[in-house]
């Protein structure tokens, strides 16, 4: 980690935050808890334990791995449906097949982006490929759920396969940290993603004792999670280490420095810094399903059950499986 990287930061475009920008400060730092999902790959639930009121547009985001593989130990999701949101399937290691019941899908690895729309409604797999499933190796990886406004929740369903190299890399003054923007904007310079709520994802690498202040939006939310190492966070340097997640409250910077000793096995700091205008609208939230009333939610169970969300392909079989019932 991290897969898409620079020999030399300095020479990309740098980003500072204005001297006159008031800090954000941390309003809380939480820890994931961890579980399993799908077939049983580890995850970490980032935003677990912290109020909406502090994510929207934002759902949920699971860290996937790290971990490493024995032969025959890879393992992914069995179809499922979605519908009213948005899935971002960010892979930092490994590699990750996904296929939906319109046909769509593709292969992400290192550095990809899979961005899927869900809209009114599919069904959807991903799982490792066959290879490595025989070989076993390193997998990691994000997957984040964003909301869709009430006019979009029924849009046509679509994908963006962002590849690893197609992401905007920037650096701060000094060097000393990396930025890939994944979506939206930092300082004027556009990532490729392209969303319906607006919103900013970044995966930056701090090198030991780096700091970043980066301007941010006023009318954004701000979040930051720890993939990997030590750190700590806004003007109060409130510690922080993986599987935690910061909550910054309104202002127009947020700052994030790494420790200047890291573990041994993280030579850097790794953090995923989101940002997104809040919806604020009800949100009606059950398994596979966003939407904004429970009897949409509803509606959304029985189009599911009575196939209107698309079928399996043959080739895979069909599976009985879905959610419980509401």
């Known amino acids: 980690m991290p897969a898409v990287t620079v020999e030399n930061p300095l020479t990309l475009p740098r980003v500072a935050a204005p001297a006159e920008a008031v800090a954000r400060p941390v309003l809380a730092v939480t820890t994931a808890p961890s579980g399993f999902e799908g077939e049983g790959f580890p995850v970490r639930r980032a935003f677990a334990g912290i109020n909406y009121r502090h994510l929207d547009p934002f759902i949920m985001m699971d860290q996937m791995g790290e971990v490493d593989y024995a032969p025959g130990e890879p393992k992914g999701t069995p179809w ?6 948005e899935t971002v399937t960010y892979i930092i290691d490994g590699i990750f097949d996904h296929q939906d019941s319109n046909g769509g899908g593709g292969t992400i690895t290192n550095g990809d982006t899979q961005w899927m729309t869900a809209g009114s409604g599919l069904l959807h797999i991903e799982a490792p490929p066959e290879s490595l499933v025989m070989s076993g190796g390193l997998f990691h990886g994000l997957q984040l759920w964003v909301n869709l406004p009430a006019k979009d929740k029924m849009m046509a369903p679509r994908y963006q396969d962002i590849r690893g190299g197609n992401v905007q890399l920037l650096t701060t003054p000094d060097g000393g940290a990396l930025l890939r923007v994944i979506a939206g904007e930092l300082d004027g310079h556009q990532g490729p993603g392209i969303t319906h709520t607006p919103i900013t994802m970044i995966h930056a690498t701090l090198a030991p004792g780096a700091e970043i202040t980066l301007p941010w939006r006023e009318d954004f939310n701000g979040l930051a999670y720890v993939l990997a190492g030590r750190g700590s966070v806004g003007a109060e340097r409130r510690p922080v280490q993986l599987g935690q997640t910061a909550v910054f409250g309104s202002g127009g910077s947020l700052t994030v420095r790494a420790d200047e000793k890291q573990d041994s096995h993280t030579p850097d700091l790794e953090v995923v810094l989101l940002g997104g205008q809040p919806i604020r609208e009800p949100m009606a939230h059950y398994g596979p399903f966003v939407m904004n009333t429970r009897e949409e939610l509803q509606q959304a169970f029985e189009d599911f059950q009575k196939g209107r969300l ?10 009985e499986s879905g959610p419980d019932q509401l």
């Open 80 to 85: 499922h449906p979605h519908r009213g949101f």
């Open 310 to 319: 698309g079928t399996i392909p043959a080739v895979h079989g069909m599976s």
